[in-house]
């Protein structure tokens, strides 16, 4: 079965400082890999997506996520945060040809001015 | 615009009584969702539904109830018999079956059961 694990439930970092959120999935084949953030009270916005190829993706946002089958890993990162990137943000996977997508418990990030 | 709506926004209802959430796309997507989220946890799917007139259970179906009768619509009702109704409920679409489809959100129901 497809799991999905953010290791860091609460992060937070000064404004300017760069940001890495951790991902790591289950998933015995090649998976569709997401990420997606959610500010309070409102849905799921996708931030980037890594479906096959280059295996360093960028989104929206000025945020970028690197997939690495050897460590199962799909981190979010980006260089320089602002304090509108305050938010909860998730990670997701769907296997090919499957119809379900399993998300991770999420990771609040809070941002320091 | 192209999006999803949910209505309405904060839902307020007594123990014992049903209640109909609305989700409507505009997308022209095949493929609709809903998925629960509690406090600190991710996303969890109660229905989804591939085609018109046809939806599958998803993880925590027990309490709830769908119709797909359009093809922009798909409600959700959760019954008097779902034991924790309380929660913010996510209505989602994508356009295709396979993985590749991201799925689109909408700005989700809060619902609260007194």
């Known amino acids: 079965a497809q799991s999905v694990t953010q290791p860091d439930i609460h992060i937070t970092v000064s404004e300017g400082a760069s940001l890495e959120l951790r991902c790591n999935y289950s998933?015995?084949?090649?998976?569709?890999l997401f990420w997606y953030v959610q500010s309070p009270g409102q849905g799921l916005q996708l931030l980037l997506k890594?479906?096959?190829?280059?295996?360093l993706v960028q989104g929206i946002k000025g945020f970028e996520a690197e997939f690495k089958r050897s460590q199962s890993s799909f981190n979010l990162r980006k260089p320089s945060v602002h304090w509108s990137d305050a938010a909860e943000y998730f990670c997701a996977v769907r296997g090919q040809g499957a119809q379900k997508l399993v998300f991770g418990q999420g990771t609040r990030l809070t941002i320091n001015p | 615009d192209g999006g999803i709506t949910q209505s309405p926004k904060y839902l307020f209802r007594k123990e014992g009584q049903n209640v109909t959430l609305s989700c409507e796309q505009n997308?022209?997507?095949?493929?609709m969702y809903w998925y629960r989220q509690d406090p600190g946890q991710g996303l969890r799917l109660i229905y989804y539904s591939q085609i018109v007139n046809d939806f599958q259970k998803g993880d925590i179906a027990e309490g709830y109830s769908v119709s797909r009768e359009k093809k922009e619509s798909f409600p959700l009702t959760v019954t008097s018999a779902q034991k924790n109704p309380t929660a913010f409920y996510l209505c989602?679409?994508?356009?295709?079956?396979?993985?590749?489809?991201?799925?689109?959100f909408g700005p989700g129901t809060r619902l609260t059961v007194t």
């Open positions: 890594y479906f096959s190829g280059d295996t």
């Open positions: 989602a679409s994508s356009s295709g079956l396979l993985g590749q489809y991201e799925q689109y």
């Open positions: 997308l022209n997507h095949d493929a």
């Open positions: 998933y015995g084949a090649t998976p569709y």
